[in-house]
């Protein structure tokens, strides 16, 4: 089993480009999540999704968007990137209560 | 809303020294409570994870202990080692949200 897998590793953006993080798992949790971490400021939830068609938003949701169609799959969207979005941004899944985390992907907004 | 504190931020100290990691969280009312290991440009991977049922969990020379009354929860780490080398994070567990403290930065130094 691959787990949680994130796509891509790391991406440099132009202010006001857009782009799609991907976030894929093979474990069948219905839960997911996307957190953004920021150097001394601990994980930040920016979405979730409680299982396929359902998403809501977490404690930082502002200039960023998800779909939820499938089990498996989770992307993030960033429209009109901004440097406020420099971040690692990190795809989990939960399973009674136990987090299972993706590798992450390193965004840098210039 | 759930805080949850980790203290020192910064710990340094000599292979072989056993150690106490500290979290508190302000809400006792958690399901769980995970405890991470993060190395420099990683993601989390989930060391122990304590059910708001249980005491204390053991995974080798990591134990990790549960105090919901006093809102904390501890990880020994019997033997330090260079390989510990790491941030350590703890999440308390609430209804599929967790809140994560921002981590204690250790250094095992030879």
């Known amino acids: 089993n691959a787990g949680v897998t994130q796509t891509p590793k790391f991406r440099i953006l132009k202010i006001g480009q857009s782009m799609t993080l991907q976030c894929t798992q093979d474990?069948?949790?219905?839960?997911m999540y996307w957190y953004r971490q920021d150097p001394g400021m601990g994980l930040k939830l920016i979405y979730y999704?409680?299982?396929?068609?359902?998403?809501d938003k977490g404690e930082v949701p502002n200039g960023y968007n998800v779909s939820r169609s499938t089990t498996e799959d989770f992307p993030l969207r960033l429209e009109l990137a901004a440097p406020s979005q420099t971040s690692v941004y990190f795809c989990?899944?939960?399973?009674?209560?136990?987090?299972?985390f993706g590798p992450g992907t390193r965004l840098t907004v210039l | 809303k759930q805080e949850v504190t980790q203290i020192p931020a910064a710990l340094s100290v000599p292979e072989g020294e056993n150690l106490v990691l500290n979290c508190s969280f302000t809400d006792s009312a958690i399901y769980n409570l995970q405890w991470f290991r993060q190395d420099p440009g990683k993601g989390l991977t989930s060391l122990l994870l304590i059910q708001s049922s249980q005491r204390e969990q053991t995974s080798g020379r990591l134990n990790a202990s549960l105090d919901k009354s006093s809102g904390r929860s501890t990880l020994y780490i019997a033997a330090s080692q260079p390989g510990d080398s790491a941030t350590y994070l703890c999440?308390?567990?609430?209804?599929?949200?967790?809140?994560f403290g921002r981590g204690t930065s250790l250094i095992v130094h030879p």
């Open positions: 474990m069948n949790h219905n839960y």
């Open positions: 999704s409680v299982g396929a068609g359902i998403t």
């Open positions: 999440a308390a567990g609430g209804s599929y949200i967790p809140t």
């Open positions: 989990a899944t939960d399973r009674y209560n136990e987090q299972f």
